[in-house]
């Protein structure tokens, strides 16, 4: 794959600075946290404005930026956890491109070879757009059900979906921590 390839490259969604999508199958793929930050370390490689490096965009952020901008509701270690975990599956990159050798902040990009193997995720490159293996698999199935009516389709809604996952995040919560519960909780309601 060759590297300017990678210079626009993204995921088939949008996103907003202040509002991270949860994308269920990613999350059950890699895990909650996970998801979350690696779709928010992806829009923040897609609009960064710093100059290319090793043929690939990157964005540099610290943790505390990360949690003061995008993420009040983790803390600094979960975040950190998140991070390291996304190393250790190779769907990151992380550099350090600083030109002071005292600045530890680090780099992110996205390792576009590993995020193309996922199941959950469509990468497009440019102009053409991607499919993902799930989309891809599913499109070529020829059931029967396809002239059946809406009656077998799934018809859970969204606000199902996120209580699900909501109740998920609270059974792996100590009972101690009550004050995330609560933010956990505020969150989730507004759906």
């Known amino acids: 794959m060759s590297e300017s390839k990678y210079l626009n490259a993204k995921l088939l969604h949008e996103v907003s600075p202040h509002l991270t999508p949860v994308y269920k199958d990613l999350a059950e793929e890699i895990g909650l946290n996970e998801s979350l930050i690696f779709v928010q370390l992806e829009y923040l490689t897609r609009i960064s404005t710093t100059e290319p490096k090793q043929g690939r965009k990157w964005t540099y952020q610290s943790l505390r930026d990360l949690k003061k901008n995008y993420f009040p509701y983790f803390s600094i270690h979960t975040i950190g956890r998140a991070i390291n ?19 530890n902040t680090r780099w992110f990009s ?62 792996r919560l100590p009972p101690t921590s009550l004050r995330r519960r609560r933010i956990f909780q505020k969150i989730f309601l507004r759906f």
């Not at 009656?151 to 059974?171: D, F, K």
């Open 110 to 171: 996205i390792n576009w070879d590993e995020v193309e193997k996922l199941n959950s995720l469509s990468v497009s490159y440019g102009l053409r757009q991607g499919v993902s293996k799930r989309d891809r698999e599913s499109q070529n199935e020829t059931g029967e059900s396809q002239n059946e009516t809406g009656e077998s389709q799934n018809e859970t809604t969204i606000p199902e979906i996120l209580q699900r996952i909501l109740q998920r995040i609270l059974q």
């Open 85 to 103: 975990r996304l190393a250790e599956l190779n769907l990151i990159l992380i550099g350090n491109f600083n030109k002071a050798s005292y600045d």
